[in-house]
């Protein structure tokens, strides 16, 4: 498609169309240069394929942590339970130690786990791709624990708790 294909879309309403779909909330987490967790909130994650286990992701190219992701081997997609409302706050905040008193574990190639989650990923980086603002993330699922619990769910700028059956302010 070439720029002139490219039609002339309101970003503010491109956002608000988006938000009309639901997704699960995680956490990304790896190492960076210096061995130490690095982490994200993100609402971009999504299944690829069944056979290979792939799932992706994307982060913006202006993130804080962009350098350590896109030098990683490996990284850890941590989904969040209706209850981690305030860990999903913490990890999208800059300039904090997002890790400070969390009590996390390695994963199995390092990647930082957090102490609780939904359901856990653990992915060798498999592939990196160009998408506008944001690199695409692909990654091959090694590890992976379903807790069976109700994940956090986004939705229209808010969490949603009990399934889904109503809003929570942020």
């Known amino acids: 498609m070439s720029e002139s294909d ?25 190492n ?8 994200m909130t993100v609402s971009s994650f999504n299944s690829v394929s069944l056979d290979p286990p792939l799932v992706l992701w994307s982060i913006a190219n ?3 942590c962009y350098d350590s992701f896109m ?7 941590n989904v969040l339970t209706m209850e981690q409302q305030d860990l999903s706050s913490r990890f999208a ?10 009590g996390y574990r390695e994963g199995l190639h390092g990647a930082p786990i957090l102490p609780e989650y939904a ?4 992915c060798g980086t498999e592939y ?10 692909v ?23 009990n399934g889904g059956s109503g809003p929570e302010t942020p």
């Open 93 to 102: 905040t800059r300039g904090i130690d997002k890790f400070d008193g969390l």
């Open 62 to 64: 202006d993130a804080q």
């Open 128 to 137: 990196r791709y160009e998408g506008g603002d944001h690199k695409i993330i």
């Open 139 to 161: 990654g091959r699922v090694l590890h992976l624990e379903d807790r069976e619990t109700d994940p956090l769910i986004f939705y229209r700028g808010r969490f949603l708790k």
């Open 119 to 122: 359901a856990c990923f653990e």
């Open 32 to 39: 960076d240069e210096n061995n130490e967790p690095v982490g």
């Open 6 to 30: 490219d039609p002339q879309i309101d970003l503010g309403e491109f956002r608000r169309a988006l938000s009309c779909f639901a997704t699960g909330v995680a956490v990304v987490t790896t």
């Open 71 to 77: 030098k990683a081997e490996y990284f850890a997609v």
